[in-house]
């Protein structure tokens, strides 16, 4: 086993920068991977039409024309994000949508010309540097009365999809274990401490919803081999398997086929176990 260059590896995630560029680079498998998810977090805000709407971390934007089409054309939605590449990308698809508009930003601080109705996050919520901080900012730019519809990713233990990739990455390098309140996807798997979080913004009656199912690594349909070459590309472990040399990454690599073949179906991709909290709470 190799331990790895930097014990922070998978600690940091620049959404501005290099975590940003992943994700427009792999935007079709992101996206596909986690659609049925984005689905059941609008289905279950069922955003009304006339609303103005903030679709909070909305990477390429997908959410937020969703969200549009639910709003209609007499109401809004503005898509946040902090990384200028999927920004720019939004944008290029939202162009012929004029309820639809995008503002390059850390929702943690940004401030808007007038309140909004609603506020919606798919994975966009969890990597605030002081999320006390954030989700009070964020409480300010709605109306009184206003909700927040969040999905967000329940524990690793309740989610195979990350434990058994970790447990082949683990197999191959010495990966420390996180504070698992540090920015993150799980950094609000506790919901006590998300609960905590919403109260001290102004937040009241929180209310959560289990989700769970299959997502397709790699998006829908991709094989053992392409969803193998889509983990090592796009995700943390990569960066670090990587790290530790071509004989290390390439072995990681095959063991990861190996996983992946054990969950793969013909006609649908490799299908592995997820859970999500879908939380939702009044300004």
Known sequence: MTAPADPNELKGEDWAGEMG???????????????????????????????????????????????????????????????PDLIDEARRRAADHPNVSFVCADAATVALDAPYNRLISRFGSMFFADPYAAFTNLHGLLKPGGRIDLAIWAAPRDNPWMMELMGVARSHIDIPSPDPRAPGPFAFADLDYVRDILAHAGFSAPQVEAYQGEQAIGGPGATPDAAADFALASMAIGRALAEAGDDVLARARADLVTLFEEHYVPGKGVMMANKVWLLSATA
Not at 34 to 39: C, E, R, V, W, Y
């Open 21 to 83: 560029v992943k994700w427009l680079t792999h935007i079709d498998r992101f996206e596909g991977m986690i659609a049925p998810i984005g689905d059941a977090l609008l289905a279950r805000a069922s955003i009304a039409p006339g609303e103005r709407v903030i679709d909070l971390g909305c990477g390429g934007g997908l959410t937020s024309l969703a969200a549009a089409r639910d709003t209609g054309p007499e109401g809004a939605v503005l898509g946040l994000d902090i990384s």
